[in-house]
């Protein structure tokens, strides 16, 4: 097996792969990029091994210069909404890639990634991790075991909120995304896990948001101030789904549940840590089955490979990230986060945000492995993230809202 001599572009989130990376016999770590690498205390427990990992602060220098080291691969894991340009001149160097967070910003970027990848004939994949934490690897069992019967709804809850202190240290600067990031673009935590569970993809969307009091009153360096976003989405498989960007709602936990025409099952929110419920209608429960199961989900029942997983972030999610890289990479295995599902989420929170902003008007989200659905919206640049000096904001971040 080739071994996937990797660079980090993004050394603050990208740290906790950083230290998986380190126990991949596979894996080489040659580059990491950030322009605050001097700053950036997260890298002190790794110092030592991480001597000899050529260091930048540019990324002209780190793609040039991490190419003539053997650099195959890139992890994106620098600010949210530019991925997509990063991805594509990676990929135009020779490299392939992962994504973290999200695929593409606009629509324009959607089709400019799909192109590239296509193109290239490189591999790209997202690492949306969720569907891996250890309770979804259970939830996702149940679902592929059919135990629900044809799958009618979904729903998935992303909720992330913080003090103001919280909230000011992650949004340094006027200008940084999150302070201008709507409620739907940052989806893929909430929508991504009913896909992977369901197999399914977005074709409408339909959004709604909510304006909050508490945060407007930090307008002046955050300016998503609603509340919450919330998505109703049409799949191709005829299901519903409902779900939310990253909300800043009154709730401390995520939560996911599929409901069939025979049964359920959720997990997160009330259920506890690690916990699962299915749940059977009285008319559809199997003779040797309870109405109500509820399960804990452990590690340890998916193999020995997942008990590496136990010190991973993100409830083992970052583990198996790294694991589907390495099998795609190197084994040419397929992620299901391949670049048309990722540019579908994408291509959900931006057009959700549009339904926002038009009173819930349904949008059809194009089919990017469709040349002529691509050309529809190949020139479809809005956006609401203004550049590092403020300008080129396309769309408001926030619901219009009048104080009187």
């Known amino acids: 097996m080739a071994k996937i001599k990797i660079g980090m572009f993004g050394a603050w989130r990208g740290n906790s792969y950083i230290r998986l990376f380190m126990n991949e016999p596979s894996i080489e770590l040659v580059a990491i990029c950030d322009k605050h690498l001097n700053e950036l205390d997260e890298l002190e427990n790794e110092k030592e091994e991480l001597e000899g990992t050529a260091k930048f602060t540019d990324f002209e220098a780190f793609l040039n210069e991490g190419k003539k080291l053997g650099m195959n691969a890139v992890f994106l894991a620098n600010y949210f909404h530019e991925h997509a340009s990063y991805a594509i001149r990676c990929m135009e160097a020779g490299m392939n890639v992962v994504s973290e967070c999200t695929a593409a910003a606009t629509l324009k970027e959607c089709v400019e990634l799909v192109e590239c990848v296509e193109r290239t004939g490189r591999k790209y994949m997202l690492a949306e991790n969720y569907p891996f934490s250890t309770a979804n690897l259970k939830f996702n069992q149940i679902v592929e075991s059919g135990k629900l019967g044809t799958l009618l709804y979904a729903e998935g809850e992303y909720n992330h909120s913080g003090t103001n202190e919280e909230l000011a240290r992650l949004t340094p600067g006027k200008y940084h995304w999150r302070g201008w990031m709507p409620r739907t673009y940052y989806v893929t935590h909430a929508m991504g896990p009913l896909m992977y569970a369901t197999k399914t993809m977005p074709k409408y969307v339909s959004a709604r948001a909510a304006h909050s009091d508490l945060l407007y009153q930090i307008r002046d360096w955050r300016h998503n101030y609603d509340g919450c976003g919330i998505m109703f989405c049409e799949m191709d498989n005829g299901m519903i789904a409902r779900f939310t960007g990253c909300t800043a709602m009154a709730s401390d936990y995520s939560r996911y549940r599929i409901a069939g025409d025979a049964a359920s099952v959720e997990c997160g929110g009330n259920i506890g840590d690690d916990m699962v419920r299915l749940f059977y209608f009285e008319h559809t429960k199997p003779e040797n089955e309870e109405r109500?199961?509820?399960?804990?989900?452990?590690?340890?029942?998916?193999?020995?490979?997942?008990?590496?997983?136990?010190?991973?972030?993100?409830?083992g999610g970052d583990f198996w990230i790294v694991q589907n890289m390495i099998e795609y990479f190197a084994d040419d295995v397929e992620p299901f986060f391949?670049?048309?599902?990722?540019?579908?989420?994408?291509?959900?929170?931006?057009?959700?945000?549009?339904?926002?902003?038009?009173?819930?008007e349904n949008f059809r989200i194009p089919d990017f492995r469709n040349a002529e659905e691509r050309n529809a919206v190949r020139n479809d640049d809005l956006t609401p993230f203004p550049d590092e000096n403020?300008?080129?904001i396309t769309l408001p971040c926030a619901l219009p809202f009048n104080e009187d």
């Open 292 to 315: 109500e199961t509820v399960m804990k989900a452990e590690l340890d029942e998916f193999g020995e490979l997942a008990k590496k997983a136990k010190e991973a972030g993100h409830g």
């Open 338 to 360: 391949d670049v048309y599902r990722s540019v579908a989420m994408s291509a959900t929170a931006i057009l959700g945000w549009r339904s926002c902003l038009n009173h819930g």
């Open 390 to 392: 403020g300008n080129g």
